[in-house]
């Protein structure tokens, strides 16, 4: 067992870090208080490769292992956790399942332009009446010749302000509940096709996150993802590799506050010495450092399996519901190792302990990784 990264994974680690403290972390703080996502980042990110790291070169990918790609996602959300859950959607969920999934056609026509640098992704399977119990869902596909009609909303569909291509996931037929969900790849231009305003949210402010409407909009039969009756399928597995990615997000929303904590205990001066010197400090510290280092070795070890092929989906769960409670507790602990001015919007720790709290809820609560690690063990 080796527990060190390759030579060109750390050169890689090394080129992610800089890309996100030249280009991301300078507007973080303004993307959130206008509560809007920077399209210039978004073209930014395009060019530089940052959303198709590990799928292959032939459709203009970067052909990096997961592993690499959670590399990113940490370094990324170091900086902006809305920039991690941005890459997240469109790589993990939008991008896996036409790559896990779709046609080779399909491959070359709708996500060619989704990894080499043209289209955005997003990804549509929560509705306001179905979360957690996706067997909720409304939205129905009906087959009209050679399209079918979709009808139907959905809910908190991240980058939809933006991007231009859903993976939807609808109802072919109601009778048979989950086992009639299908998933089709829908262009959101697309007539029939209403995205709301961005939903107010308590962090990752500046992700778009929207209600999205169909009406009546109509897809090629040549975009249904693999057959009728596979949409249930192709969302787990989807989910699956997105949780690699948010523990990875997990761990680098932690370990930014940490190394802001780390450069202000250093400087800040009480009782006539910086408050580094204090023993509670120096543990709190050691503390947070140890949990945010098992988390991302967790982190690794759900993204090796993936990258081997191997079962992950317990690792996957496992990863993302530790990764999301030691983001909580040790963004906290960072705004209490500030102060009152952990407290002030000035200082990131503060966006950081509100943008921690999103990843013990998006893709599967912690109730639900709960549910799919009892269930891998049997329980
Ligand atoms: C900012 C943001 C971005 C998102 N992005 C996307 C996206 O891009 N695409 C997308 O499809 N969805 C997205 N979501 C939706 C997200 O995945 C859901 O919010 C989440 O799965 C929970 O569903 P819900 O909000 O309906 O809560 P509910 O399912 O109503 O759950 C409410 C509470 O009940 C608990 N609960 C539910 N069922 C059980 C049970 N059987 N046992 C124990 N407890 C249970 C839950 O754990 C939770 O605590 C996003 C959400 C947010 C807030």
């Known amino acids: 067992m080796d527990f060190k990264l390759t030579k060109p994974q750390l050169l890689q680690q090394e080129l992610f870090r800089k890309f996100a403290e030249t280009e991301i972390k300078p507007i973080a703080k303004d993307m959130d208080e206008a509560e809007e996502y920077s399209l210039d980042l978004v073209a930014k990110l395009q060019k530089a490769g940052m959303f198709g790291i590990p799928y292959s070169r032939e459709y203009g990918g970067q ?3 997961v592993l690499t790609y959670t590399l990113a996602m940490e370094e990324v959300s170091k900086v902006d ?3 991690g859950i941005t890459m997240s959607v469109h790589t993990s969920l939008c991008c896996s399942c036409i790559d896990q999934f779709g046609s080779e ?4 026509t709708h996500m060619r332009p989704l990894i080499d640098g043209t289209a955005i992704g997003c990804y549509g399977l929560t509705e306001p009446g179905a979360g957690t119990d996706a067997g909720g869902c409304q939205t129905v596909a009906v087959l009209d010749g050679d399209n079918y009609i979709i009808n139907g909303s959905k809910v908190f569909t991240t980058n939809s302000g933006f991007a231009d291509t859903c993976i939807v996931f609808a109802l072919t037929d109601k009778s048979k509940g989950l086992r009639g969900l299908s998933a089709f790849i829908v262009d959101l231009h697309s007539e029939g096709v209403t995205v709301s305003a961005n939903i107010e949210r308590m962090g990752i402010r500046a992700a778009s996150n929207c209600e999205v409407i169909y009406e009546n909009v109509s897809v090629p039969v040549a975009n249904l993802i693999g057959k009728e009756g596979m949409g249930f399928k192709i969302a787990m597995v989807a989910l699956d590799g997105g949780r690699i990615g948010i523990g990875a997000q997990s761990v680098g929303i932690a370990q930014g506050a940490i190394d802001e904590a780390l450069k202000y205990v250093k400087e800040r001066k009480q009782f006539g010495k910086t408050i580094n010197k204090f023993q509670n ?8 450092q140890t949990k945010v280092d098992a988390a991302r070795l967790m982190v690794w070890r759900a993204a090796v399996a993936k990258d081997n092929h191997e079962a992950y989906s317990k690792e996957a769960a496992m990863c ?3 990764g999301s409670e030691v983001a909580n507790e040790v963004t906290r602990v960072c705004v209490q190792l500030l102060g009152g001015y952990g407290y002030c919007r000035e200082y990131p720790v503060e966006r950081a302990m509100r943008d921690a709290k999103i990843t013990e809820i998006y893709e599967g609560t912690s109730e639900a990784m709960k549910m799919v690690i009892s269930g891998a063990m049997k329980v």
């Not at 400090?281 to 947070?288: D, G, S």
């Open 281 to 288: 400090t120096q543990f709190k510290l050691a503390e947070c």
């Open 81 to 83: 956790a809305s920039t």
């Open 105 to 108: 056609e399909q491959k070359h």
């Open 63 to 65: 052909g990096a292992d």
């Open 320 to 322: 993302k519901l530790f």
